[in-house]
């Protein structure tokens, strides 16, 4: 498989013959297409729904799916599929072909609004945390008229969301456009205080989306890897990420040929592609698309991510989403730049003009970080996975503790308004108003030192989440910062009117509650190195949370505060809440179960064997060389292999009695009735084992002949390309 992979050649992409701004949106039914396709008072009714949020009125449903299937057609297309996003990871769908019975013995093509706007998948399969018992398995999905439908090969591809028979939300989309609408009506109203024209708040989205490519055949011959996403063994290779020359050097032609197709047929989908380069550790890599409005944003990373996988094969590679492929070498994560703009401009713009601007800019950026103060352990929660752990805390990524990166400039300001006096902040009746603000420079946008080691950094005219795991559904952690941040909004809001009402004037009002929240949020502000034992102990002191343990990180969903404030916000009820932890429980198990049991498959089936068979032939090798010389001269030759021989069974016995253990520890824990309850069994029991274990196995790596070692070894995965 070496060989074979060693002989791979780039596989050729020709660039199409247009320029991407032709083909741009070419397989999606944009307001372009939708011009083109529908009648001029549907098309209207369209781009109310999709700029003003207009509810989508059902009798235009058939004329837009008339529009739809011509369009559709003429690309080739004979099917649709309703495409959502349940709990699980990626996305689903169930492919239905344009035919019909005609009443009259034969088939017509067929697409009705009523097929547009709703099915009914049978989606007993999919977790429900319990809300939706299998017997009535009844689960809708009804298109999001805001994510324009698109089409991959023959299928006509319609992004919905997908909910429960008793209303419950059953994915991500639902609770993330509550919490966009949430976030949209809390900051129009504070934003209205600046500029009383402003209709709406917006939440963008630019994700950053690491991932590692390894050469298909190797993958192949890795159990773990077919299996788990990661690799559960493999001793470090002498060299691998200590020089950085992956990072600065070229990308290999192969790998380019990969990102050129996965480019074009992004931006044919409508997926802004900017940016792509190489990571930190080898074989690893980055794309990037310009930001969009969040909802969209989210669609647009789950069909990268499919498309990246499809497109991986191609060219014989795998694409590896997880967080944590390789030891000894960076993970992957996706960095969530996150901001507010209006129809006028983004909010967290920092170089404001007037007072009045740069105090609108301190406002949002305070009850952003209210926000996230308020709710660090939740948003940590957001991000958590069993993938994730391996990432977060372990100096490389951000650490288990949500804190956020201001940089000097930003920092200076917030201590400037906090620390002014009254004069230097007097407000001179209710028109002229006098703040004295430092000026912020304009390089102040590239000029925020770039702090690796931050969650939450601010950078320029937006928050960067960092700590987001790579294969994870964007939507998780951009539901809970948006509903998050429209919570503090709301709370700024009363309590300005509640000074205004008491005669304070308007700017008095906001400049006194923006202090206050100033001298609030300052246990989440950390400019320092997040990588320090020193942070973790301070950490504690301010009262973030610094829990590490997945299971009960997620503990942080179902505390009052975020209870309180997911109800509030009208974004998930109380029993969405509990069933998608259930759900979180259940899933971590799961995972680590999978592994634990590949991994002993691997020790007992593939390594014990082959080393017991090196062992035997230096045993044999010793026999040998008794018989030809004498005893002591004898013994003094066979010195090495007898220090191997028994360096041998110290591993295997520890392996083969650990392995044992873990089988044990399974059997415990798979007893236990509660999801909570045996996730952290299988945290606290199972999962140190497959590290304890791990080491020597990889030791073992180390000492047996190359030749006969089952499983491809990290310098091949990571080198190969
Ligand atoms: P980096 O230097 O961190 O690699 P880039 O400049 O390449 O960052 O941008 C990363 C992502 O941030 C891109 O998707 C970009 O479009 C996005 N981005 C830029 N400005 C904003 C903003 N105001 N709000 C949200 N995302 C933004
Ligand atoms: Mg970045």
Same mark, same amino acid.
């Not at 741009?24 to 700029?51: R, S, T």
């Not at 999919?126 to 439908?149: C, K, L, M, N, Q």
């Not at 063994?233 to 990072?247: E, I, L, P």
């Not at 996988?309 to 996706?334: D, M, W």
């Given at each position: ?10 596989v ?57 299937k ?23 769908e ?64 319609i ?11 059953l ?8 919490a ?6 809390a ?14 708040v ?10 590692f ?9 890795r ?7 990661r ?12 020089m950085?020359?992956?990072?600065f ?7 380019e ?5 996965i480019?074009?047929?992004a931006l044919e ?7 792509r ?23 647009h ?11 991986a ?33 983004i ?54 503790i ?59 005219n ?21 509903a ?6 709301t ?7 509640a ?8 700017e ?40 590490t343990s ?11 505060s975020s ?42 089936n ?15 090798? #010793?026999h &040998?060389?008794m018989d @030809?010389f004498?005893? %002591?001269?004898?013994? =003094?030759?066979?010195?090495e292999? +007898?220090?191997? !021989? ?6 295997e ?22 999801e909570?309850?045996?996730?952290i ?8 084992l ?6 020597? #196995?990889? &030791?073992?790596?180390? @000492?047996?002949?190359? %030749?006969?070692?089952? =499983?491809?070894?990290?310098?091949? +995965?990571?080198? !190969?390309?």
């Amino acid at each position: 498989m070496v060989d074979e992979a060693f002989k791979r050649q780039p596989v050729e992409v020709k660039l199409p013959a247009e320029r991407p701004s032709e083909y741009f949106g070419k397989y999606v039914f944009n307001k372009q297409k939708m011009f083109k396709y529908l009648p001029a008072a549907v098309y209207q009714k369209m781009c109310d729904v999709i700029d003003n949020g207009a509810p989508f009125e059902r009798s235009i449903a058939d004329a837009v799916a008339e529009g739809m299937k011509k369009w559709a057609t003429e690309l080739g297309v004979t099917h649709y599929t309703h495409w959502f996003q349940p709990l699980t990871e990626g996305t689903a769908e169930k492919h239905d072909g344009f035919v019909e019975h005609d009443g009259k013995g034969g088939m017509l093509e067929e697409f009705t609004g009523k097929l547009l706007i709703q099915q009914e998948p049978d989606a007993s399969s999919f977790p429900s945390g319990g809300i939706r018992s299998t017997f009535e398995a009844r689960g809708y999905s009804a298109w999001d008229p805001t994510s324009p439908v698109f089409v991959i090969g023959d299928t006509l591809m319609i992004p919905t969301i997908f909910i429960a028979y008793t209303g419950e939300a059953l994915d991500y989309k639902v609770p993330l456009k509550k919490a966009l609408y949430a976030v949209d009506k809390a900051a129009t109203a504070v934003v209205r205080y600046f500029n009383p024209e402003v209709k709406k708040v917006v939440s963008n989205l630019g994700w950053e989306q690491e991932y590692f490519l390894v050469d298909e055949a190797l993958y192949a011959a890795r159990p773990d890897m077919v299996m788990t996403g990661r690799t559960l063994m493999g001793h470090d290779s002498a060299k691998n990420q200590q020089m950085d020359d992956h990072y600065f050097g070229s990308i290999p032609s192969r790998v380019e040929e990969f990102m050129k197709d996965i480019e074009i047929q992004a931006l044919e989908l409508g997926i802004p592609c900017k940016t792509r380069h190489n990571e930190v550790a080898p074989n690893q890599f980055e794309l990037a698309p310009i930001f969009e409005e969040t909802n969209l944003a989210v669609d647009h990373n789950m069909l990268m991510m499919s498309i990246m996988k499809r497109v991986a094969r191609k060219h014989g590679f795998r694409c590896l989403l997880h967080e944590k492929p390789f030891k000894g070498v960076n993970g992957s994560g996706k960095h969530n730049n996150w901001s507010l703009s209006t129809d006028t401009g983004i909010l967290l713009h920092a170089p404001g003009k007037t007072p009045m601007d740069n105090l609108r800019f301190v406002t949002f950026t305070v009850e952003t970080l209210k926000g996230v103060y308020n709710h660090n352990g939740l948003l940590k929660a957001s991000i958590m996975s069993a993938s994730n752990a391996h990432r977060l805390g372990a100096n490389e990524a951000p650490p288990a503790i949500i804190s956020s990166f201001l940089g000097r400039t930003l920092t200076d300001l917030i201590d400037h308004v906090e620390a002014a006096t009254e004069d230097a902040l007097s407000v001179a009746g209710k028109t002229s108003f006098k703040l004295d603000l430092p000026s912020i420079p304009e390089l102040m946008i590239d000029n925020t030192d770039r702090n690796r080691t931050s969650p939450f950094a601010f950078t320029g005219n937006r928050f960067e989440f960092r700590a987001v795991g790579s294969e994870a559904n964007c939507a998780s952690a951009m539901l809970t910062l948006n509903a998050a941040v429209a919570e503090a909004l709301t709370d700024f809001k009363a309590r300005v009117d509640a000074l205004i009402e008491a005669g304070e004037a308007k700017e008095a009002a906001i400049l006194k509650v923006v202090r206050e929240d100033i001298k609030y949020i300052r246990p989440i502000i950390f400019n320092g190195n997040g990588y320090g034992e020193e942070w973790k102990l301070e950490a504690a002191k301010r009262g973030l949370d610094c829990e590490t343990s997945a299971p009960l990180i997620f503990d942080a969903y179902l505390s009052e505060s975020s209870v309180k404030m997911f109800e509030s916000t009208k974004v998930m009820t109380r029993l969405e809440l509990e069933a998608r932890n259930e759900i979180k429980w259940e899933t971590y198990t799961k995972k680590i179960q999978i592994e634990s049991r590949i991994f002993g498959d691997l020790c007992l089936n593939h390594i014990i064997p082959v080393v017991t068979k090196y062992q035997s032939m230096l045993i044999d090798n #010793v026999h &040998k060389v008794m018989d @030809i010389f004498p005893e %002591e001269k004898a013994s =003094l030759i066979s010195k090495e292999n +007898l220090h191997i !021989i028994e360096k041998i069974s110290d591993h295997e016995s520890f392996i083969i009695e650990k392995v044992d253990a873990m089988v044990n520890a399974r059997k415990v824990a798979n007893k236990i009735e509660s999801e909570r309850e045996k996730a952290i069994a299988y945290h606290d029991t199972v999962a140190p084992l497959l590290e304890e274990i791990r080491y020597h #196995v990889d &030791k073992l790596e180390t @000492i047996v002949d190359d %030749e006969a070692w089952p =499983l491809p070894k990290y310098r091949e +995965l990571l080198f !190969i390309r």
